[in-house]
Every structure is written in C-alpha cells, then in structure tokens.
C-alpha cells in the first residue's frame, strides 16, 4: 500500500534473500540504478475501499486522528475511495480554525458517519482503551460465519 499511496506501481524491498517468501509471492528483482545491486520490488497494492476510524470529522470529510495514526494515512492515500467513521463529527468551522489538526483530507473521502465507540474492541485512544474481555470473545465467535453473526447481532442489537 506504500507504493500505492506514493502513486508508484511498485515497492523494493529489503528482507527477503535467503526466504522462500520471493519466490512464494512471485516477486521479481529490478537492478537498483544507483548501486547496481538486484533489489526485489512487490506490486503495489490499491485497494478499492478504506474504510478509518477517525476521532474527529467535519461534513466535507476532513478527519483528525489524535496520538499515532498507525498506518491509516497510507490507507487514506493508497485506496480509490475512503469511508470515514468518526466518533465525533464537527463543523468545518472548527477544522478551518485548526488546520494543523486534520490528518486526512476531505479530497480523499466519500462517505462520513458518527459512530461513537467505532473502534471497538479495539482502542481510540484517549477516547477509550483496548477492551480485551472484548477482543477475546470475538476471537472466539469469529471462527464460523453464524458464530460472527451472534457477536455481530449482540454487540450491535
């Protein structure tokens, strides 16, 4: 997704002489113009949809995500079309009174919702931390489609 984001149609990548990993994936080498040596590249991946959870947005998809944003800024940049939930969602007001905050631009998103505690099991910090009691018992439904279903349907009546 790297590539993806950077609009490139391929990443090299260090880590895999010696692995079956190369071969395994079909990864091929390029030599690299500046120091000669064969590097393998991977083809970039573009995915049709991102879909972040976002602490903040306003209406014209603008987002903030406070503390690490992981690798959603890559997803955003990487996919055709990005769908935002956010716990809360604010005026354009707000976002043009601190642009500094916004971590995804509106230009990448079609699609924006309020859903407060979006995240969960998973954390949105400092919103709400990690619920492992709730991580453990998806783990445990999502083996079979029906048991996913029943998480599904009483996470979410």
């Known amino acids: 997704m790297q590539a993806a984001s950077l609009g490139i149609p391929f990443q090299p990548i260090r880590g895999l002489r010696g692995t079956d990993v190369a071969k395994a994936g079909g990864f091929v080498t390029v030599r690299d113009p ?3 040596e064969e590097v393998y590249v991977i083809p970039r991946i573009r ?3 991102a879909v972040l959870h976002v602490h903040e947005a306003d209406e014209q998809g603008n987002a903030r995500i406070y503390g690490s944003p992981g690798y959603d800024l890559v997803m955003a940049e990487a996919a055709a079309r990005v769908i935002l939930t956010a716990e809360r969602i604010l005026p354009a007001e707000e976002f ?5 905050l ?11 919702v309020r ?6 099991p998973c954390a949105c910090m400092p919103d709400y931390d990690v619920d492992a009691a709730g991580i453990g018992s998806y783990l445990d439904s999502a083996e079979s489609e029906a ?11």
Request: cysteine-free; charged content about 15%.
């Open 34 to 36: 500046y120091s000669g």
């Open 47 to 49: 995915p049709d949809w």
């Open 96 to 100: 043009a009174a601190h642009p500094e």
């Open 102 to 112: 916004t971590k995804v631009p509106g230009l990448f998103v079609s699609a924006i």
């Open 115 to 120: 859903v407060p505690g979006g995240a969960s």
């Open 147 to 157: 048991g996913l279903r029943v998480y599904l349907e009483r996470v979410n009546p």
